[in-house]
């Protein structure tokens, strides 16, 4: 289901919900990693009139694909799914938003992905007009998603590399890396194994033998089907290295 949001009901929404909205942002998870970060104390005020919170749950869409970009959101807990559709109906995962994360565009205009919840997930979400009148007026908003989007785009030419060279061992390891992020103890694994092997280029096959392999070597634990947690961090972080031969191929 598509979520619209109308820009009076959001500034109201937020101010009603929180006075001390400053202080609120304060206290966030992913206040230092967020796009937001850069912001003062007066400049999370004045982002947060614009904006409220909102949880979606799992498999609940923010924006459809061709449709009018109309809000853009920052990832406070859980993992959104950018992706495509095909004539035939068939999707292509193009990439994952975790916490801290920044998703939509602030120029509008129209979308040129889905975007959804992969699991319950909680986000900062503010109309794509009034976030860009936002960033014309604080320009250390624009400096943070112009480094955002280099790092990003950076990102995307390591996975095309790892793609296009790596072993089915490396791009496991790298999709359980991204899901991991600096987390311990046992994480969510949002994806089916299924669109592990179509985001990773693989099989299903193939992925659930890298997990089994992971798993016999003490790298990994699999709790449950959609659970996961990493035993060894470095051995995986070797594993997902494109400069180093690995024996998990």
């Known amino acids: 289901m598509y979520l619209s949001y109308d820009t009076q009901l959001v500034q109201q929404d937020a101010a009603a919900?929180?006075?001390?909205?400053?202080?609120?942002?304060a206290q966030c998870s992913v206040r230092d990693t967020a796009i937001c970060s850069s912001l003062s104390k007066n400049g999370l005020g004045d982002?947060?009139?614009?904006?409220?919170?909102?949880?979606?749950?799992?498999g609940q869409s923010l924006i459809w694909e061709d449709d009018d970009a109309t809000v853009i959101a920052n990832v406070l807990t859980g993992m959104l799914k950018l992706s495509s559709s095909a004539s035939n109906g068939s999707e292509q995962i193009l990439g994952l938003v975790g916490p801290g994360g920044f998703a939509g565009s602030p120029h509008g205009g129209k979308?040129?992905?889905?975007?959804?919840?992969l699991i319950e997930t909680e986000i900062c979400v503010f109309p794509s007009?009034?976030?860009?009148?936002?960033?014309d007026d604080h320009p250390e908003i624009r400096v943070a998603l112009l480094d955002r989007s280099l790092a990003e785009l950076d990102r995307l030419r390591r996975w095309i590399v790892l793609l296009g060279r790596g072993s089915a061992a490396q791009r496991v390891a790298a999709v359980?890396?991204?899901?991991a992020g600096d987390g311990i103890g046992v994480q969510s694994l949002p994806l089916s194994r299924g669109q592990i092997a179509e985001f990773a280029g693989l099989t299903i096959e193939t992925v659930s033998r890298q997990f089994t392999r992971l798993k016999t070597a003490g790298v990994?634990?699999?709790?449950?089907?959609?659970?996961f947690e990493v035993m060894d961090r470095d051995a995986l972080l070797a594993i997902s290295d494109l400069h180093h031969d690995q024996l998990l191929h």
């Open 176 to 179: 359980l890396i991204d899901f």
């Open 220 to 227: 990994i634990t699999l709790p449950t089907r959609d659970t």
């Open 47 to 58: 982002l947060q009139k614009i904006g409220r919170r909102r949880l979606l749950a799992k």
């Open 111 to 117: 979308a040129h992905h889905n975007i959804t919840a």
């Open 17 to 25: 919900i929180e006075p001390n909205i400053a202080g609120r942002c």
């Open 129 to 135: 007009e009034s976030f860009s009148r936002f960033a």
